[in-house]
């Protein structure tokens, strides 16, 4: 347990917005088309994402992926397509690391991740399930 939260971590370290993991000890060790699509992906997404956090439309759940807090058709896509590339990514770590059976630490300890890297006033949902602004 304790080497998952690490090798997590590590990746983490390296995945800021959009960068790739490439240069951890613990990282994507091969850079398919789908994960850097992914990362991509999401580095394309990083300023709608944080503005609709700020403005409280979107949350980070305490699974490791961003949940829809309003209705409308434009947060439904972006968390639709932002939840598809960290699932890449998540899954990609631990099929790569030999951690398959650890997918739902990996997704908790990135989602222990995103809480601490919430700006002010963002949503966020803590371990016990409830919400609140950070």
């Known amino acids: 347990m304790k080497k ?45 994402l944080s503005s609709l956090k700020s403005e409280g439309k979107i949350g980070e759940n305490n699974k490791g992926y961003v949940e829809a807090l309003s209705a409308t058709e434009e947060v439904k896509s972006i968390v639709t397509a932002e939840n598809i590339d960290r699932k890449v990514i998540y899954r990609t770590i631990a099929v790569q690391n030999g951690l398959t059976e650890a997918m739902g630490t990996i997704e908790k300890v990135f989602a222990q991740t995103q809480r601490e890297n919430a700006e002010a006033g963002e949503k966020i949902q803590l371990e016990d399930g409830s919400w609140v602004s950070k």
Do not use: N, W
């Open 4 to 48: 998952i939260i690490i090798l997590v971590l590590a990746c983490l370290i390296t995945l800021s917005v959009g960068q790739a993991l490439a240069q951890s000890k613990y990282s994507i060790k091969e850079m398919t088309p789908e994960v850097q699509s992914a990362l991509e992906g999401r580095r394309d997404r990083y300023d709608a």
